[in-house]
């Protein structure tokens, strides 16, 4: 068995200092990619109750290609990081091939410097204890997983699925038409939710997992169509049902179990030994979130309106589709249209930052490390010749028009379409090297312009369709592949369930 490298507790020190002069974008070109993304977000919101169908249709977990399930271990692995709600901390991975191992590269959307360092310390500790496994400590592995992933994950857990299954259980038994069998279920899962709620580690580790293992039971009983049937009930666009909620909350708390054994059953995959033996852990610090792209010179300019806006995108079409496209814009003012624009240019939050998934696709790209070689892209640079960047969560429309745009081979996650207003493209350097045979900043120029194309048309289509395009939840995470015969939770053993249980009771676990 080769040894395991761990590095020290501090990220890699900075290459240059004193710190790299940077080439800014030029104003035209940010306000020509800003501006339709602006457009396009009112438009959006003014269209909100006319929501898009979900898309991503998901694959049968128990027909996945070596590849899919290569993209569902990655994907865990990064959901496991993602330990806060609001997209700070949305989480990319990719594994490396290097001569002497896999290297993990990781970096996260607006993560402080310190909490990258203790992600990089739980992903090592992780690997490590999945390392560790054998046929038969697979359930002891998985709880010790499990309990590792709970805590690391406390406050996302306690806030966002315990106290939401607590408080929308108790919303659903307000409905008059409950059955006594679904009653009962309800009040269970309430009472469980309210015992999880615990200020102790160990005990919060053990009723989480007790609340997991009933809903997973829940959901294979023949009283989980009501369930699903009242969560479908509603229209998409209505707010606020709890039977939703519910559903919501119950699929991602789960989703910690499947992610636990999904890391673990990954130990088992031949072939896939070297994640996990010969590994190390790189981590990427997180972008500077910049200032308000359309404050320029230091001073607010005029927020723009959509006629300004269409106006200025006038090079997409002819004159004729120009005033339609006017025409369509102001049938929308009676949605605010143009105060929404206003209120997103202002918005104090609109500073943009690059997303995780572009931070690890730019280190490889510019990757000078001597062990990367040349043609850093190339599928044998990449573990198992996958050329992949997983993600805690989807990506989102702007990560997705970026990767369509570079086209060099490299794969994300399917779209979830949300757009996000904070989206920049990545630094780029007076002395940085040509990539590609082009100078950086011709090569983000390009990309950009992609971008825009694609962002324009877009703009358009919603403001003629006014349908917007986005979902509420925009990580399906619960799932990256759905498994078989529509229950939340796959076809774990009982016995092994049980095993798992009396290990988290343990209390002498977190020690380890
Ligand atoms: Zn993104």
Same mark, same amino acid.
């Given at each position: 068995?080769?040894?395991?490298?761990?590095?020290?507790?501090?990220?890699?020190?900075?290459?240059?200092?004193?710190?790299?002069?940077?080439?800014?974008?030029?104003?035209?070109?940010?306000?020509?990619?800003?501006?339709?993304?602006?457009?396009?977000?009112?438009?959006?919101?003014?269209?909100?109750?006319?929501?898009?169908?979900?898309?991503?249709?998901?694959?049968?977990?128990?027909?996945?290609?070596?590849?899919?399930?290569?993209?569902?271990?990655?994907?865990?692995?990064?959901?496991?990081?993602?330990?806060?709600?609001?997209?700070?901390? !949305?989480?990319?991975?990719? %594994?490396?091939?290097? &001569?002497? +191992? @896999?290297?993990?590269?990781?970096?996260?959307? /607006? =993560?402080?410097?310190?909490?990258?360092?203790?992600?990089?310390?739980?992903?090592?500790?992780?690997?490590?204890?999945?390392?560790?496994?054998?046929?038969?400590?697979?359930?002891?592995?998985?709880?010790?997983?499990?309990?590792?992933?709970?805590?690391?994950?406390?406050?996302?857990?306690?806030?966002?699925?315990?106290?939401?299954?607590?408080?929308?259980?108790?919303?659903?038994?307000?409905?008059?038409?409950?059955?006594?069998?679904?009653?009962?279920?309800?009040?269970?899962?309430?009472?469980?939710?309210?015992?999880?709620?615990?200020?102790?580690?160990?005990?919060?580790?053990?009723?989480?997992?007790?609340?997991?293992?009933?809903?997973?039971?829940?959901?294979?009983?023949?009283?989980?169509? !009501?369930?699903?049937?009242? %969560?479908?009930?509603? &229209?998409? +666009? @209505?707010?606020?049902?709890?039977?939703?909620? /519910? =559903?919501?909350?119950?699929?991602?708390?789960?989703?910690?179990?499947?992610?636990?054994?999904?890391?673990?059953?990954?130990?088992?995959?031949?072939?896939?030994?070297?994640?996990?033996?010969?590994?190390?852990?790189?981590?990427?610090?997180?972008?500077?979130?910049?200032?308000?792209?359309?404050?320029?010179?230091?001073?607010?300019?005029?927020?723009?309106?959509?006629?300004?806006?269409?106006?200025?995108?006038?090079?997409?079409?002819?004159?004729?589709?120009?005033?339609?496209?006017?025409?369509?814009?102001?049938?929308?003012?009676?949605?605010?249209?143009?105060?929404?624009?206003?209120?997103?240019?202002?918005?104090?939050?609109?500073?943009?930052?690059?997303?995780?998934?572009?931070?690890?696709?730019?280190?490889?790209?510019?990757?000078?490390?001597?062990?990367? +070689?040349?043609?850093?892209?190339?599928?044998?640079?990449?573990?198992?010749?996958?050329?992949?960047?997983?993600?805690?969560?989807?990506?989102?429309?702007?990560?997705?028009?970026?990767?369509?745009?570079?086209?060099?081979?490299?794969?994300?996650?399917?779209?979830?379409?949300?757009?996000?207003?904070?989206?920049?493209?990545?630094?780029?350097?007076?002395?940085?090297?040509?990539?590609?045979?082009?100078?950086?900043?011709?090569?983000?120029?390009?990309?950009?312009?992609?971008?825009?194309?694609?962002?324009?048309?877009?703009?358009?289509?919603?403001?003629?369709?006014?349908?917007?395009?986005?979902?509420?939840?925009?990580?399906?995470?619960?799932?990256?592949?759905?498994?078989?015969?529509?229950?939340?939770?796959?076809?774990?053993?009982?016995?092994?369930?049980?095993?798992?249980?009396?290990?988290?009771?343990?209390?002498?676990?977190?020690?380890?």
């Amino acid at each position: 068995m080769a040894s395991l490298r761990r590095d020290g507790p501090r990220l890699p020190p900075r290459r240059h200092t004193p710190p790299r002069d940077l080439i800014g974008v030029k104003g035209k070109l940010r306000r020509r990619f800003y501006e339709p993304i602006l457009l396009l977000s009112a438009a959006n919101e003014a269209c909100c109750n006319k929501l898009a169908p979900q898309i991503e249709p998901l694959a049968d977990r128990n027909n996945l290609t070596t590849e899919q399930l290569y993209h569902n271990y990655i994907n865990k692995l990064a959901q496991v990081c993602d330990i806060k709600s609001g997209g700070s901390y !949305v989480t990319a991975i990719a %594994a490396l091939q290097r &001569p002497d +191992g @896999v290297e993990y590269r990781i970096a996260s959307n /607006l =993560r402080k410097e310190i909490e990258v360092v203790r992600m990089k310390e739980f992903v090592e500790d992780l690997l490590s204890t999945i390392c560790a496994c054998t046929d038969e400590t697979t359930n002891i592995v998985t709880a010790k997983v499990l309990s590792k992933v709970i805590l690391f994950n406390k406050a996302r857990l306690r806030s966002s699925y315990v106290d939401r299954l607590a408080e929308h259980s108790s919303a659903c038994l307000n409905t008059s038409d409950l059955t006594p069998v679904v009653r009962e279920k309800l009040t269970e899962v309430q009472k469980l939710a309210t015992d999880a709620k615990t200020p102790d580690a160990a005990a919060f580790i053990h009723r989480c997992f007790l609340l997991m293992k009933y809903i997973g039971k829940l959901s294979r009983s023949s009283a989980y169509r !009501v369930f699903r049937d009242k %969560a479908n009930a509603n &229209p998409p +666009g @209505v707010k606020d049902c709890p039977w939703r909620e /519910l =559903r919501h909350a119950a699929r991602r708390l789960l989703s910690y179990l499947e992610a636990a054994q999904t890391l673990v059953e990954a130990r088992f995959i031949a072939g896939w030994e070297p994640l996990f033996y010969d590994f190390t852990v790189t981590a990427i610090r997180s972008s500077q979130a910049e200032t308000n792209p359309m404050i320029a010179g230091g001073s607010p300019t005029a927020s723009p309106t959509a006629a300004q806006i269409l106006n200025r995108m006038s090079s997409s079409c002819t004159p004729t589709q120009l005033a339609e496209h006017h025409e369509n814009a102001n049938d929308l003012q009676r949605f605010d249209l143009d105060l929404l624009i206003q209120k997103q240019c202002q918005r104090p939050t609109f500073c943009p930052y690059v997303h995780a998934e572009v931070l690890v696709h730019e280190s490889i790209v510019t990757d000078t490390n001597p062990a990367a +070689g040349a043609d850093t892209l190339h599928a044998s640079k990449f573990f198992g010749n996958f050329r992949y960047i997983g993600a805690s969560k989807p990506t989102c429309r702007l990560c997705e028009y970026y990767f369509l745009a570079v086209a060099d081979g490299i794969r994300v996650r399917n779209s979830h379409r949300n757009l996000y207003l904070n989206w920049r493209a990545p630094n780029v350097y007076v002395d940085q090297a040509p990539i590609g045979g082009q100078t950086a900043e011709r090569r983000r120029e390009d990309i950009l312009n992609k971008m825009t194309a694609r962002i324009r048309s877009d703009a358009f289509r919603t403001l003629s369709d006014k349908v917007a395009e986005r979902k509420k939840h925009d990580s399906n995470t619960s799932q990256t592949y759905k498994h078989g015969g529509g229950s939340l939770l796959n076809s774990q053993p009982d016995d092994d369930l049980e095993d798992i249980e009396s290990t988290l009771a343990d209390t002498h676990l977190y020690n380890d």
